[in-house]
Every structure is written in structure tokens, then in C-alpha cells.
């Protein structure tokens, strides 16, 4: 399974070339007798790969069937990737991520699925879905037809944190594109012609609430490009903003803050505004008792790990399934410092979460109990 992982790291797959690890999960399914089907969303979504399902048929008549969900793009890496192993965890040697973010959870679940057909485990039913292009906005878990899963119940495990903790909530999101248009001049010689696309749009930035605003809200802006030339009065300017929160009532006031002091900016810069609002995913709560929190609950104290609740402040395909009607809980596995060079995880989470993920299908067969 190390070397499984290690495989699959080592090869760049940044959201829409996720071919490569595809295969590799393919050719691991198929060595088991397990057919993998594929989806045609790569063409929509702008993938190499569509999004892979490959279902386990029960052995048993009682419990609940679940799925089992993790992507297979990670954030674009700056240079090679050389998993190396040093005292019991996996790293980057090359200086940019590992892609333990999600190609650790593909290599556990992957393991998982071996482990149950080797071993003719009884389980209630086992779907695996392996998604494109989630590191950009769930692209492949959105174009995802959800209907062809007969699992109600799913589990990613998206969450970088120690192996425990349990993901009750994650947050509504909305991103703001904004393009501010002044008036290009020579700055040198006739910059009172000119209106600075830029200038408005550093006004409006230093005017916004940024960063964590409360301990369920926040806001960013992430992108800001304009300009053409060191002596001319730029003309344009553009920048790309977020909000999140766990309130959907709060996430809507702070958007038409946002919009309010942009446009406040535009007009003392004399500049005209584009503001464009999209919606990101919808957030979504669980409670204890919920049945995917309870058989995630009883997995890891059978496997000797505390389960730890709390909310996060981002997104996962999670968020997909859940705005569909489909019970999906977050689940942490190890992986640390994900989309920074310093990105690992230890050899025993890896190993870990196999024995979470087995525990999981076994506490599925005997939900009824």
C-alpha cells in the first residue's frame, strides 16, 4: 500500500491531467476481478479522466450500503514530486507538495477494497468513487450523476488533521470576481488624464473585512492582476474575492459588504465596476447521533483512535454529495500541510486509515444491531 501510494504520488496529476493516477486505480480494481466504469464528464469538466465507480455487490442482506469518495487531482505541484520515507513518514525530496492531498485516501481506500475481496469480508455493500478536478471547485463530484449510486451513506476523507477528528460542518462559500475600469495616460506626462483601475481597486481591497471574521465566518481575496506598462495609468484591473460561512445569513451580509465598499471605492477612483457573485458549495451540518457520524464513530474506537467533532472551514466533494440528498461525512487521515512543499504523512496514518476504512464497512453491517 506504501508503494501504491508512493506510485501514484509521485506522478503530477493537478486538476484536469488526473489520467495517469486514473489508470493506476484501474488497473489496481481490475487485478481484483472488479470492473470500473467511467463516467464522460472529462470532456465537460475539462479532464483527461472522467470520474471512476466501481461498485462491490453485498454478500449480505442486512446492514447499509455506503460509498467510499476521494479525488484524484491535487493542487498543481512547482516541480517534481520524490516521495522519500524518513523515520516513518513520507515527504516531498524535491521542494514542492507530495499530493498526500487526496492520493493518501485514494491509496487507504484502494487498500481497503484489496483487503475485502482477498479476504471475502462480509459487508453490506461497497461503492468507491474516485473524482476529477475537486481541488477547482468539486468540478468532477458536481458533474457526478448521483443517482448511479445505490449507497445513501459515504465517507471522504478530505480533512487535514489527526486520524479522530470528524468533520460535523463545513461552511456555505461565494467568490466575487470584480473588474474595475478607469482610464489609461501617460504617467509620466499626463497622469491627471488618467483614472487608476488599480488605485480603485487597492481602495476597495484596504476597505474590505478580511481574514477570520468570527469563528464562522471568513473572507479573502485571493487574485488581483492589472496593468500594462510602469508608465501608464492602468486602465483596467481585476481581482477575485471569497466569503465563507456556516450561516447562510451571515455569508449573504457579508457578500453585500463586500459589493457595497467595491463599488464605494469604484466611485471615488471615478471608475465604472463589473461585479460578478457565484455560488459556491452549499455548506451542510451533521449531529451526533446521525447514522454516518455514529458508524464513524464506532470505526475508530474499534481501531483505537478518539473521535474528535468539530467544523471546517473548507469545502469537499462532501459538500456535493450532501447538497443531493446523500448522508457524506469528512473524515480526517493524517495527511498534514497539504498544498505547501512541507505536505507529508506518516507511514502509520496511511496504514491507519486502512483499518478505519475496514471498520467502516464493518459497523455498516451491522447497523441494524
Do not use: W
Not at 28 to 33: D, E, K, P, R, V
Not at 151 to 170: E, N
Not at 286 to 310: C, I, M, N, Q
Amino acid at each position: 500500500m506504501l508503494a501504491l501510494f508512493q506510485t501514484m504520488a509521485a506522478l503530477p496529476s493537478p486538476p484536469g491531467e488526473e489520467r495517469c493516477v486514473a489508470d493506476i486505480a484501474i488497473a489496481h480494481l481490475g487485478a481484483l476481478g472488479l470492473q470500473v466504469t467511467e463516467d464522460d464528464s472529462g470532456p465537460s469538466v475539462g479532464s483527461t479522466s472522467g470520474n471512476l465507480l466501481c461498485t462491490l455487490d453485498a454478500t449480505e442482506a442486512r446492514g447499509v450500503p455506503i460509498f467510499l469518495c476521494a479525488h484524484l487531482d491535487t493542487v498543481p505541484p512547482e516541480g517534481p514530486i520524490e516521495p522519500l520515507v524518513a523515520e516513518g513518514v513520507v515527504r516531498n525530496a524535491a521542494g514542492t507538495i507530495l499530493g498526500a492531498d487526496n492520493k493518501a485516501a485514494v491509496a487507504s481506500m484502494l487498500e481497503a477494497i484489496a483487503r475485502i475481496v482477498e479476504q471475502d469480508r462480509p459487508h453490506a455493500g461497497v461503492e468507491l468513487l474516485l473524482t476529477t478536478k475537486e481541488e477547482v471547485g468539486l468540478l468532477g463530484a458536481k458533474a457526478f450523476d448521483a443517482a448511479r449510486l445505490h449507497a445513501r451513506v459515504g465517507f471522504v476523507y478530505d480533512q487535514a488533521a489527526p486520524i479522530g477528528d470528524i468533520v460535523l460542518g463545513a461552511p456555505h462559500q461565494r467568490s466575487v470576481d470584480v473588474r474595475f475600469h478607469g482610464r489609461a495616460a501617460h504617467a509620466g506626462m499626463y497622469p491627471e488624464e488618467g483614472r487608476s483601475a488599480i488605485a480603485a481597486a487597492a481602495r476597495a481591497v484596504a476597505d474590505l473585512r478580511l481574514g477570520r471574521l468570527d469563528d464562522e465566518t471568513t473572507a479573502n481575496v485571493g487574485v488581483i492582476t492589472g496593468g500594462t506598462a510602469r508608465n501608464v495609468v492602468p486602465e483596467h484591473c481585476g481581482l477575485v474575492a471569497e466569503a465563507r460561512s456556516h450561516d447562510e445569513g451571515k455569508l449573504a451580509d457579508l457578500v453585500q459588504e463586500m459589493l457595497d465598499a467595491i463599488t464605494f471605492a469604484a466611485g471615488v477612483g471615478e471608475c465604472e465596476v463589473e461585479t460578478r457573485v457565484l455560488e459556491g458549495s452549499r455548506g451542510y451540518r451533521f449531529k451526533e447521533g446521525d447514522l454516518p457520524v455514529e458508524l464513524a464513530t464506532r470505526a475508530l474506537r474499534s481501531t483505537g483512535h478518539l473521535p474528535r467533532y468539530g467544523l471546517t472551514g473548507g469545502g469537499a466533494d462532501a459538500n456535493v454529495f450532501n447538497e443531493r440528498g446523500l448522508a457524506c461525512l469528512n473524515l480526517a487521515n493524517g495527511m498534514a500541510s497539504i498544498h505547501t512543499p512541507d505536505e507529508h504523512i506518516a507511514v502509520a496514518d496511511l496504514e491507519s486509515m486502512v483499518d478505519v476504512t475496514l471498520a467502516l464497512v464493518d459497523a455498516a453491517l451491522h447497523a441494524d444491531e
